[in-house]
């Protein structure tokens, strides 16, 4: 759906994106993630035909971005980073101009609006004047009004970010939806945390290179860390330590709090002969988790630690 090909971009002196290449599946949601100033938003542009790239090939669906820029916006929504909310308007009428921007029938407005109201969590707030409204109800309503036109291609420029956790995960719960009707979407964060639920892959990009692409078990194994996971068990936890700690797979083994953490080594993706072992002893497991902190040690890892 998505082809990039050497695409580097000058402003000035600087180079903005540095002979990227990077391809996207129809149906994907990738998380487009990097620190500041990656690229991540210049990237989105060039898809959304607004900048035009210094060299390089881009196409969305197989139309070139150079040439079949019309066509193209009509098969992409792009929510740009900073959302400009219009003073005087109710979330209604702010909907009804962008129906109207993209000529959809006046019949069929309605609709149309109310689906997105709805599927936004909006519905309630119809009335309402868009700059009175939360950061998390302005983030929702900015997707709202690039899903108007029901575009096959979702562009979202940091959709969370300044939203608070409550926020995030409405918007993380919106994005599940739009990947479940099929759409192709491209999300960027600067937080790796962010987005991996939500995404079936992933691309990591830094000072205009990309440093990675491809799932989020891949980005794991070329960052070399190991999984991690928390193991509660019912009692004992200091002799489930220790048998873990006599097997080779297992890199590291600690108890914190009540809980068995296991630091696996790189190359071990299995995770059930933990609970085989505990389990052919006769633990008790009250509970499995994967630990996620460790993620921002593949982005460290994946990054050189040049995060700003
Ligand atoms: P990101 O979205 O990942 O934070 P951007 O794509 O916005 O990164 O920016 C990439 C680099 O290009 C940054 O160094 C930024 O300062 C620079 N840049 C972005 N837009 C412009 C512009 N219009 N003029 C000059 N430099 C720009
Ligand atoms: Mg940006």
Redesign the pocket.
């Known amino acids: 759906m998505i082809d990039i090909r050497d695409v580097t971009v000058r ?2 002196s ?1 180079v ?1 994106l540095d002979k990227l290449t990077l391809h996207i599946a129809r149906g994907e949601a990738f998380g487009y993630i ?1 620190p ?7 990237t989105m542009k060039i898809l959304a035909c607004l900048l035009r790239a210094t060299s390089g090939e881009a196409s969305v669906g197989g139309l070139d971005v150079r040439k079949e820029a019309e066509q193209i916006r009509r098969m992409i929504g792009y929510m740009p ?1 900073f959302l400009g909310v219009y003073d005087d308007l109710t979330v209604d009428e702010y909907l009804q101009f962008f129906a109207a921007a993209f000529s959809t029938p006046r019949r069929e407005r309605r609709k149309l609006i109310d689906g997105v109201l709805d599927l936004t969590d909006l519905t309630e707030k119809r009335h309402e004047l868009v700059d009175g409204l939360s950061r998390g109800m302005q983030q929702r309503l900015g997707i709202a009004r690039v899903l108007i036109h029901d575009p096959a291609v979702l562009l979202l420029d940091e959709p969370a970010s300044g939203l608070d956790p409550r926020a995030r995960i409405e918007m993380r719960e919106l994005l599940l939806e739009l990947r479940n009707m099929g759409k192709t979407i491209i999300v960027s964060s600067h937080i790796l945390s962010e987005l991996h639920e939500m995404c079936s892959s992933i691309g990591i990009i830094e000072r205009g290179r990309l440093l990675f692409a491809g799932t989020l078990e891949d980005a794991f194994m070329q960052a070399d860390v190991g999984r991690r996971v928390a193991i509660r068990v019912e009692s004992g936890v200091d002799r489930a330590m220790a048998l873990l700690q006599e097997d080779e797979r297992c890199a590291e083994v600690t108890v914190e709090k009540s809980d068995v953490v296991v630091q696996l080594h790189p190359d071990e993706r299995s995770v059930h002969f933990l609970l085989e072992r505990l389990m052919g002893q006769g633990f008790h497991i009250e509970g499995f988790t994967a630990r996620e902190e460790k993620l921002e040690d593949v982005f460290l890892r994946l990054t050189q630690g040049k995060v700003q």
Not at 36 to 42: F, R
């Open positions: 402003y000035g600087l903005a990097g500041n100033g990656a690229g991540k938003s210049t980073d």
